[in-house]
């Protein structure tokens, strides 16, 4: 599939196929995970960069996903 041109976290505007920004997601949100138990109102840091949780790239990871389920689901 040839690739179009997005908005990637860390990388700016990129023009990757679905499937490379689909696995670069996935990636993302596999090492960009809570540190420790997260509670609503507490502060809690993402193991990974140690930004404030939700940090910017699980953000970005999982609003991508959800565009992605929001799309498959149109008919």
């Given amino acids: 599939m ?3 041109t997005a908005r ?3 990388h700016g505007r990129v023009d ?3 499937e490379d920004i689909d696995a670069y997601a996935a990636g993302l949100r596999a090492v960009h ?3 420790g138990r997260w509670l609503p109102h507490r502060r809690t840091r993402c ?3 140690r930004a404030h949780w939700p940090c ?3 953000g970005w990871a999982e609003r991508w996903r ?3 389920t929001r799309r498959a689901a149109k008919p």
């Fill in 16 to 18: 990757w196929s679905p």
């Fill in 66 to 68: 959800r565009s992605l």
């Fill in 47 to 49: 193991a990974d960069c």
């Fill in 56 to 58: 910017g790239w699980a």
């Fill in 2 to 4: 040839s690739g179009f």
């Fill in 33 to 35: 995970v809570p540190a």
């Fill in 8 to 10: 990637v976290q860390g």
